[in-house]
């Protein structure tokens, strides 16, 4: 039985779908009922429980022999920092209580760092207490996910305006599908390994030039890219609606990224093939209006 946390979310989904093609046994963990029905008419076993809670989740997992673990980014706690770690703790217990003995963990890029990336080093303690659990981990560190431009749509579609958060709009990155993420998931529980590993994956290198124009295509209007300078940061992301203590760590992390802090610096690379412009050509005509959504599977935000 392989357990799949955040299975509503981007990364998660798709890493259960993929698994039940192929036959195995998935446990599906949702953090409420409603969610449940779907998962069970395509075969799945579902328990409904919050990574916060060790007993429920330390149950769900007894019996299984991988598990999927990611770590929720939710704009709404008052204290990331402690936030993080009340989820750590609970996740980290819960695994050597029921004995897991493989974990696949969504990480970011970066996660190596101990502190000046903002809310990555949530991530990079993540990544230390389940390294204590005695699991045998697949930790996955992927680059900027693609589908982070649908927190753009509105603002793009409403205002013609295309905001980066970098001194330049020009310097390609690699972006990866959150389809090749999944995938990435799904094969490290099928296939563990036989030591723990750091994996780095990455896709197709863009500027975010070139994605305000694959979405000017698809939008149907031109769009103006506005690369802010670092001193605007700050009061743009509070201008957006972010609380300012989330505004200062996103600030951080893009510091961070500017500095060549989330570099690529794991065990072996994965490289995604999903293009750029195929994300784009499948998101909605609109955006969802919550970053928090995304912050499910990974603490990208837009940039």
């Known amino acids: 039985m392989l357990a799949i946390a955040g299975a509503t979310g981007r990364v998660g989904s798709i890493a259960a779908k ?32 919050s990574l916060e809670d060790t007993e429920v989740l330390a149950e769900a997992l007894t019996g299984c022999s991988g598990f999927f673990v990611l770590l929720p980014f939710d704009l709404d706690v008052g204290d990331l920092d402690a936030y993080a770690d009340a989820l750590i703790s609970s996740i980290s217990e819960a695994v050597i209580r029921a004995g897991v003995p493989h974990i696949a963990a969504l990480s970011s890029g970066g ?20 390294l204590s659990t005695g699991a045998k981990l697949s930790i996955l560190r992927p680059a900027h996910f693609q589908e982070k431009v649908a927190d753009l749509i509105d603002v793009a579609e409403q205002t013609g305006i295309f905001p980066v958060f970098s001194a330049t709009a020009d310097k ?63 009061p743009a992301l509070a201008d957006a609606g972010f609380r300012t203590h989330i505004a200062r760590s996103l600030a951080e992390l893009y510091r961070a990224d500017e500095a060549g802090l989330l570099a690529p610096r794991g065990d072996r690379v994965i490289t995604g093939t999903t293009r750029l412009e195929i994300t784009i050509d499948h998101l909605p005509a609109s955006g969802r209006g ?14």
């Open 18 to 49: 993929k698994l039940l093609a192929e036959g195995e046994a998935v446990r599906v963990l949702v953090r409420s009922e409603s969610a449940a029905s779907a998962w069970s008419s395509r075969g799945a076993d579902v328990r409904a429980c």
């Open 111 to 130: 996660a190596d760092l101990a502190e000046g990336t903002g809310p990555i080093t949530g991530l990079h303690r993540l990544e230390q207490a389940l």
């Open 172 to 234: 390609p990155l690699p972006m990866v599908a959150t389809m090749d993420i999944g995938a990435a998931v799904a094969r490290s529980l099928i296939d563990p390994p036989t030591n723990s590993e750091v994996i780095d994956i990455l896709g197709p290198a863009h500027s975010e030039r070139e994605v305000a124009s694959l979405l000017s295509d698809k939008l149907g209007r031109d769009l103006e890219v506005a690369a802010l300078p670092e001193e605007a940061w700050v």
């Open 290 to 303: 919550n970053v928090s959504e995304q912050g499910e599977d990974h603490v990208e935000v837009p940039d």
